[in-house]
């Protein structure tokens, strides 16, 4: 079981792997949980001058106005928590729950929470037990906090929601009691504290930055097996050309096509074909894959800045004073996301365009549709179909959730970031993706077979080809697709085709 311990070190979301491989445990760092006591001995010194402290001795949101007695703000703060408890929807995967429960950690550890630091313990005390909120998908619209989600969260720490505990659904007090571990019992400001914060949208951002640079590595190394297999030529790739473009991205794309494509007999055998130009969607693999490598990039550091920023309401600050402001804001989550849907949704367009051009056929090599026997068999033509189908989907998902704030709170909640669902439709975005790319990988390796295997590969795709005729049935005519279309979608999502290609080749 991995460790980690909860500091002030910066993290990317690369340090967050470790959540989704399995449980783990977790430690409180010494200048972590002296900053948490600090805040709350602030905190506590506030409170005793009795000023009005937003969802302390307040009502919250539009009932901010409402006064609350010193002897309720207990009970408020459990019934905050139970009234948030209201999201709908498959629970979370356990990676992103125990992501959610490391960012509030991350949170308490700068010290404007003014919590206790029982609260973080016993956090900490779920994580090491690998007791995981059953936390809803849907429900939050990334401002005034993840509050729904949150408030599931929140409402297990207390013994009062269900958990998954052993791969099992069971009730958060009785696996407590199993472990004779106690309930947080909530004080003034800890209820509020639990469900405000963009953990939520932050963890499932964390969840695509992490899938995601498996399909852009990915992207790059089968456009190469497209690009050697269609007889493309590979001469636009040199280094040369792509100095004089500024994009790191698109440098680092071509170099990995040029990479993978050394020693290919597959190349060299139509050097002089005569061919003055490739279509785009292999001549621009560069450019196009290039700039959603630029984008994601951006991206991932707009999430590292969230990931290490403190995500409260209100703020205990460094000179006792609690002030409210609107750090609970996913904004910059949501538009760092929507600009990596329309990134990603160009690397599945490129994707389904390469398998078109297979469709057509290049003669002397391989007839229309990839098949061995045109008419009789029908071959790839409707594999494509289906990459079709997912292409135009992810246009559709691609539409920005950020500017389409919806009103909520009686007008208090104006304008919302909808990160949440920018980041879930991104992951269905990345999962069509990983499906047109196996498909582009389906018929590029049957173009392999049928015009190419007395030829050697490049000494990056050798090894891709080697492991499709493994797993790809190529010399049995025409057949059900499905099946294989699932298998290389997973060597694809899975990282495996990736590790592949490095045994020979060091992927940018």
């Given at each position: 079981m991995n460790s980690v311990t909860v500091g002030l070190n910066k993290l990317s979301f690369s340090n967050f792997k470790v959540f989704f491989n399995g449980p783990v445990t977790v430690s409180l760092s010494e200048e972590a949980r002296n900053n948490i006591l600090k805040s709350h001995n602030r905190f506590l010194e506030k409170l005793k001058?009795?000023?009005?402290?937003?969802?302390?001795?307040?009502?919250?949101?539009?009932?901010?106005?409402?006064?609350?007695?010193?002897?309720?703000?207990?009970?408020?703060?459990?019934?905050?928590?139970?009234?948030?408890?209201?999201?709908?929807?498959?629970?979370?995967?356990?990676?992103?729950?125990?992501?959610?429960?490391?960012?509030?950690?991350?949170?308490?550890?700068?010290g404007y929470s003014g919590v206790r630091v029982e609260v973080a313990e016993k956090i900490i005390e779920f994580l090491n037990n690998d007791i995981l909120p059953?936390?809803?998908?849907?429900?939050?619209?990334?401002?005034?906090?993840?509050?729904?989600?949150?408030?599931?969260?929140?409402?297990?720490?207390?013994?009062?929601?269900?958990?998954?505990?052993?791969?099992?659904?069971?009730?958060?007090?009785?696996?407590?009691?199993?472990?004779?571990?106690?309930?947080?019992e909530l004080h003034p400001k800890e209820g509020l504290s639990l469900i405000n914060g963009t953990q939520v949208s932050t963890a499932i951002a964390i969840k695509v930055l992490l899938e995601g640079e498996t399909l852009i590595k990915s992207s790059d190394i089968i456009?190469?097996?497209?690009?050697?297999?269609?007889?493309?030529?590979?001469?636009?790739?040199?280094?040369?050309?792509?100095?004089?473009?500024?994009?790191?991205?698109?440098?680092?794309?071509?170099?990995?096509?040029?990479?993978?494509?050394?020693?290919?007999?597959?190349?060299n055998s139509h050097f002089d074909c005569g061919k003055v130009q490739d279509p785009y969607s292999f001549r621009c693999i560069p450019h196009v894959h290039g700039a959603c490598r630029d984008i994601f990039y951006n991206a991932s550091k707009i999430i590292n800045n969230e990931i290490n920023s403190v995500s409260d309401n209100p703020l205990v600050m460094k000179d006792?004073?609690?002030?409210?402001?609107?750090?609970?804001?996913?904004?910059?989550?949501?538009?760092?996301?929507?600009?990596?849907?329309?990134?990603?949704?160009?690397?599945?367009?490129?994707?389904?365009?390469?398998?078109?051009?297979f469709m057509k056929g290049v003669e002397g090599r391989f007839p229309p549709f990839v098949t061995t026997n045109p008419g009789l068999e029908s071959g790839y033509m409707i594999a494509h179909v289906p990459a079709t189908a997912l292409a135009s989907e992810n246009k559709t998902?691609?539409?920005?959730?950020?500017?389409?704030?919806?009103?909520?709170?009686?007008?208090?909640?104006?304008?919302?970031?909808?990160?949440?669902?920018?980041?879930?439709?991104?992951?269905?975005i990345q999962d069509n993706i990983a499906t047109i790319l196996a498909i582009e990988l389906l018929v590029s390796g049957a173009a392999n077979f049928i015009g190419c295997l007395s030829m050697n590969p490049g000494k990056g795709t050798r090894k891709v080809i080697e492991s499709l005729s493994k797993k790809c049935s190529f010399d049995s005519g025409d057949r059900?697709?499905?099946?294989?279309?699932?298998?290389?979608?997973?060597?694809?999502?899975?990282?495996?085709?990736l590790t592949t290609v490095e045994q020979n080749i060091t992927m940018e």
């Open positions: 001058t009795k000023d009005i402290i937003y969802g302390v001795n307040t009502g919250f949101g539009k009932l901010s106005n409402v006064l609350i007695d010193e002897k309720n703000q207990k009970q408020l703060q459990k019934n905050l928590v139970r009234s948030h408890a209201s999201g709908t929807g498959d629970a979370f995967e356990h990676g992103i729950v125990r992501t959610i429960l490391y960012l509030k950690l991350l949170t308490y550890a700068k059953v936390i809803p998908e849907k429900g939050s619209v990334g401002a005034s906090g993840d509050l729904a989600p949150m408030g599931h969260m929140a409402l297990a720490l207390i013994g009062e929601n269900d958990v998954y505990y052993k791969n099992k659904i069971c009730k958060s007090r009785d696996v407590l009691n199993r472990l004779n571990i106690e309930p947080l456009g190469a097996v497209s690009v050697e297999n269609s007889f493309s030529s590979m001469q636009v790739f040199q280094k040369e050309i792509h100095e004089a473009k500024m994009h790191p991205g698109q440098r680092k794309s071509a170099k990995n096509v040029y990479n993978l494509l050394q020693q290919s007999e597959i190349v006792g004073s609690v002030v409210s402001s609107g750090h609970f804001h996913a904004e910059h989550v949501a538009q760092a996301l929507d600009s990596v849907s329309i990134a990603f949704c160009e690397l599945g367009a490129i994707s389904e365009r390469r398998t078109h051009y998902l691609a539409h920005p959730a950020s500017i389409d704030s919806i009103n909520s709170s009686a007008g208090q909640e104006d304008l919302v970031s909808m990160a949440p669902w920018a980041g879930l439709k991104l992951l269905q059900p697709l499905s099946n294989e279309i699932k298998i290389l979608k997973n060597y694809i999502k899975s990282g495996n085709l």
